[in-house]
């Protein structure tokens, strides 16, 4: 089915002179989302603006794809919702754009009982809230849910539109949100002992936390609010929260962000590998067919993690360049990307390791991502063993599988142990329900449907002891039992099959995402996330620091999920770059 909106490749550019000055105003390095919004941004503001990406296409995780061989379905192959992205940059950059709001915000068949469980219906009035909580019995927490969202309501407003703002200061954002005990519960004091506080029952405990927990491996009581940080994010977008449905999947909104860019004058090159970038210069060096290029920019914006942006900073100064391409390692073999400090390697002889803490050494300092994506495609949705919730109610908003407050806490323990969890903590969202367009005009009058699982506590560091492409069979089993547990079918009777008779079943590890997307330990943040505002020591004399988008050198600034408030498909790390390049003078 062919996608207008898709991103696609362009022609390779031409071999600059070795011996030119600057001949470019910006160059972006990788065309993710947030390297389009900045390409767009710095165009339409009349820079030369050059972006090199590695792939045959943009778009990075925000892209559609065709998934299953000769299965005319489109989906969201790794991100795939919307939340953070903020209007101004849709209505700044002429974006076409459309957002499916979502009525029922979950669902959450009961581990203990699932012939109930807890539907949460926004359109739902105050009584038929209270009995939706009293089904799973924790009618005592009814109330104490409105509270909370009350308080996560206030925080969105107040902190929401801060993102495409110079950094506020702690304090500063402390103000905005008005309510010390606010403050206290969502960002002072670890989320799991605010929810434990919060709420009585253990499955409303898990529907809360979660939020913490997408792609962060924490315990959610751990003083270093790892798990704060994440739930900020997931509470404040749009400053409501909700997470809506991108009409025609995701690559709908990288490939109106391409357009915008290329619109504006922006030249994205695709097929072009980064190899190198000097600070002092500005001279970023390339492989495209077969042959090194290199062009000369006053400013280069990396839209890669921080690790890979430290490699192509110290490969300017290689003898060999083009050894440092920043490709990923394959799943069992050392790692390409260089930890940020000299430390111990697995091959030194001195060192005495077992195979499994040799693979652990030799990605230290790679972030870790703690998550796997499962795709399917199913001829229709499988009956609940909960006979009072439709399926489509159910799946229509996020689908919470195994994720009692408890189940979370054990799940975590047994992947901090090196074992994956049993079982496995899943969240399901179904695109087709509300948005069909992603289907071929066959599918789309069948009751065909999509699902999407993200499983929780699901650490890079699995891969290193069982093997990729055995963790890979493993999470996929894990997925299923999961699903089957709180089903009144198997879930492999409604599986749709591809051209070659295959279960339509996609598995992406976190060493998939590293070797497809360049996101080191598979972390879909690039790394750690950070507050949305400057602590009281942070420098802010430059528009790179104002603005969280600053690195160690004044010619290279961050426009990736990296940066301070970066992270998601938000645009905002994009914009930020964008903004603190227009703000300061080129070097």
């Not at 503001?45 to 892209?63: I, M, N, Q, S, T």
């Not at 959450?108 to 009584?127: C, F, I």
């Not at 390791?353 to 796997?372: F, H, K, N, S, T």
Request: net charge negative; hydrophobic share 45%.
């Amino acid at each position: 089915m062919p996608d207008a909106a898709q991103p696609t490749s362009v022609s390779p550019s031409p071999a600059h002179d070795q011996g030119a000055a600057h001949d470019h105003d910006v160059v972006i390095v990788g065309g993710g989302h947030n390297g389009l919004t900045a390409a767009a941004y710095l165009a339409r503001a009349g820079k030369r603006v050059l972006l090199l990406e590695r792939d045959d296409h943009l778009g990075g995780a925000a892209v559609s794809a065709q998934a299953f061989d000769g299965v005319d379905a489109r989906l969201s192959r790794y991100s795939y919702l919307v939340s953070l992205l903020p209007q101004r940059i849709i209505d700044d950059l002429g974006l076409d754009v459309g957002l499916v709001r979502r009525r029922f915000s979950s669902y959450t068949p009961d581990p203990r009982d699932p012939s109930r469980g807890l539907l949460v219906d926004v359109e739902a009035d105050a009584a038929a809230a209270r009995d939706a909580f009293a089904r799973v019995g924790a009618a005592d927490d009814a109330d104490a849910w409105q509270a909370f969202y009350a308080d996560t309501a206030r925080v969105a407003e107040a902190l929401f539109p801060t993102l495409t703002e110079p950094l506020p200061t702690r304090d500063e954002a402390r103000g905005l949100v008005g309510d010390d005990r606010v403050w206290t519960d969502l960002i002072e004091r670890p989320l799991g002992e605010t929810v434990d506080a919060r709420f009585a029952d253990d499955l409303v405990r898990g529907v809360v936390a979660t939020d913490g927990l997408i792609g962060t491996f924490t315990d959610l009581g751990d003083a270093s609010l790892d798990a704060n940080r994440c739930f900020l994010y997931h509470v404040i977008g749009g400053g409501t929260g909700d997470w809506d449905v991108p009409v025609g999947g995701m690559g709908a909104v990288s490939g109106e962000l391409a357009r915008a860019a290329r619109e504006a004058g922006a030249s994205l090159r695709t097929e072009a590998e980064v190899t190198a970038i000097d600070p002092d210069t500005g001279e970023v060096r390339w492989l495209e067919a077969g042959s090194e290029r290199m062009a000369r920019a006053h400013v280069v914006l990396a839209n890669v993690a921080p690790v890979v942006l430290d490699r192509l900073l110290a490969a300017s100064a290689a003898p060999d360049r083009t050894a440092a391409a920043p490709r990923a390692a394959a799943a069992d073999g050392p790692a390409a990307i260089a930890p940020r400090d000299e430390r111990p390697t697995a091959t030194d002889p001195e060192v005495p390791l077992d195979e499994y803490a040799r693979r652990r050494v030799e990605r230290l300092g790679i972030p870790e991502g703690a998550q796997v994506k499962v795709n399917l495609l199913l001829t229709r949705l499988p009956r609940l063993r909960d006979e009072q919730v439709a399926p489509e109610q159910a799946f229509a908003g996020t689908f919470h599988i195994n994720e009692l407050g408890s189940q979370l806490a054990d799940a975590y323990a047994s992947a901090a142990g090196g074992v994956l969890p049993d079982p496995l903590p899943c969240e399901i969202y179904c695109h087709t329900l509300s948005d069909r367009s992603i289907l071929g005009p066959e599918l789309a009058d069948s009751d065909a449907q999509t699902l999407t699982v993200f499983g929780l506590h699901v650490p890079d560091r699995l891969v290193d002891r069982y093997g990729n492409d055995e963790l890979r069979d493993l999470l996929r089993d894990a997925v299923l039992a999961s699903l089957d547990s709180v089903l009144a079918e198997p879930i492999a009777d409604v599986i749709a099959t591809d051209a070659a008779g295959r279960p339509c079943v996609e598995v992406k590890t976190t060493r998939d995402l590293e070797e497809a997307l360049g996101m080191p330990g598979g972390n879909i943040f690039h790394g750690p996330l950070s507050w949305p505002w400057a602590e009281p020591d942070a420098p802010l004399a430059s528009p790179a620091e104002r603005w969280g988008v600053a690195t160690a050198h004044a010619r290279v600034l961050l426009c990736g999920s990296g940066a301070v408030r970066g992270g998601a498909v938000s645009g905002v790390g994009g914009h930020n770059a964008a903004m603190a390049v227009l703000e300061g003078e080129l070097p």
